[in-house]
Structures are given as C-alpha cells and as structure tokens.
C-alpha cells in the first residue's frame, strides 16, 4: 500500500489584491489552510469576504499576489506562475463543482461525463465506461441516456459531480454546491461529497452557505473581510 501525502492541498499565507478603479480591493490577506487525504474541508463566510477568490487560488486559476500554493508535496503557485502551464495539472489533479450543473445540453448524462475524457484522449468506449460506472456509483445508472433538461437539479448536480470525479482527480474544489438545490437535495449532495471523501481519499474543499450540513465537515474555516476569522 502506498503511504498517503499528509496533505493534498497546502495554501501558504496567500493574499490576494485586484487593482479596482484606482483603488486596491484586499480580497485574501495572509490566509493559510489545509485539506488531507479524505478530509472534507468547509469554507463559509459572508458575502465579499474572500471564499470564492480563495477557491480560484487552490484551484490554479487566479494566482495569489503573495504566498504559495502547494499540491501533495510540490509548490505549483506562487506569484509570477504561469497558470496555461498548469492547465495538464488542473485536469489531472483537479475536479471542480459549481452552482449550477453547467451540463452541456446537447449531450446525455454520459455522454457530458464521458467527455472529461475523451478530451484528455481516452479513447471513446473506455470513457464511456467509465462514465457509466460513476454515474451508477452515485444512483444514476437509470439517467445514463437523459438529456440534462429532463433531470432534476439534483440530479444534473449529482452528473456535474461524477464530471468532477472522471479524472480521479486528489483534489475536489466546488464552489456553493447546493445553492440552486432545497434543502432534501441539498443534504444528499452534500453527503455524496462525503462520501467521496471517505471512499476514494480525496481531498474534498467546499464554499457553502448552507448551515445546516456543516456535521459532515472534518473542519470549517470561516472567512471575514479576507481572513480566516474561526477555525472549527
Ligand atoms: N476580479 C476581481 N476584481 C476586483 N475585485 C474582485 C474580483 N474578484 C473578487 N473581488 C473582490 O474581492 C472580494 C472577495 O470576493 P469573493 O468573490 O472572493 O467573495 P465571496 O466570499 O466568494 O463572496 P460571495 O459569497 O458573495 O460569493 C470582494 O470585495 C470582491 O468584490
């Protein structure tokens, strides 16, 4: 068996600053977090208090201002990086959840999944497989050919996920999950993520708003005005 990295993200004193209309708006100052293998990590906070900017840093598509970003045992941000270099890494390393499902249209359930894919050049009848496998893994073996308007929001979101997991990625970064989902939905995707965490040891991180599913975190960082305000 090989040993677990102790963790599998480290964000190392990251700020964050954006040149606003002659101003400078601090969106992060001096925060530092962690998530290991199979833990789900929380992120809450009000509105404008850095959450999102934080996961767009963790997730190698904003590069912070200072500190660093560490991946397993490896720097890969830092500022001046180069983000098109890290796009491989992105794909590879990387699984990313938003608000909303963002299904492409046109495609079936397995087909938006299988896609993860077969950009990266798995062949055709493998990513499908593969996309079968996930989509019945998380209860959606009866969707496999739906197209993504005949699902529930639940249920795109639950695709959108196993999206996300296609690549086996070490590391899962969704932003507000379950915002567009009520609260039966918005339980049960949040216990999938769980799940997720304990069953294949990624690292799971998680910006949400919802109160009432933070028992299933490991620990909860709470942002105020760009820094962690709490820890618990
Ligand atoms: N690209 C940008 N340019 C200028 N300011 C930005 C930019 N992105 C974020 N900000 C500012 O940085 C601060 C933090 O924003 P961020 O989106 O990270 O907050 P948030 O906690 O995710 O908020 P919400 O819960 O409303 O999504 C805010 O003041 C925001 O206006």
């Given at each position: 068996m090989t040993a677990l990295p102790a963790e599998i993200l480290s964000v190392r004193n990251v700020s964050k600053a954006f040149p606003s209309g002659g101003t400078v708006v601090h969106a992060l100052s001096d925060v530092s977090l962690s998530a290991g293998p199979g833990e789900l990590i929380g992120i809450v906070g009000e509105s404008g208090s850095g959450?999102?900017?934080?996961?767009?840093?963790?997730?190698?598509?904003e590069l912070p201002t200072e500190g660093e970003v560490w991946l397993k045992d490896t720097k890969v941000?830092?500022?001046g990086a180069d983000l098109d270099a890290m796009r491989a890494l992105r794909r590879t390393v990387l699984g990313f959840v938003f608000q909303k499902a963002n299904l492409i249209p046109f495609l079936t359930a397995e087909e938006n999944v299988a896609l993860a894919l077969t950009i990266d050049d798995v062949p055709r009848r493998a990513a499908v497989d593969h996309a079968r496998g996930l989509l019945d893994a998380l209860?959606?073996?009866?969707?496999?050919?739906s197209m993504p308007a005949r699902l529930s929001g639940g249920e795109q979101q639950r695709v959108a996920i196993a999206r996300a997991l296609a690549t086996?990625?070490?590391l899962i970064l969704a932003d507000e999950p379950t915002a567009?989902?009520?609260s039966m939905r918005s339980r049960q995707v949040m216990e999938l993520l769980r799940l997720i965490a304990d069953a294949r040891h990624s690292a799971v991180v998680v910006v949400t708003h919802d109160q009432r599913s933070l028992d299933l975190f490991d620990r909860v960082y709470t942002f105020h005005d760009g820094r962690i305000a709490d820890t618990a």
């Open positions: 959450k999102s900017t934080m996961l767009l840093i963790a997730g190698l598509l941000s830092a500022p209860g959606l073996g009866h969707r496999l050919g086996d990625p070490a567009a989902l009520d």
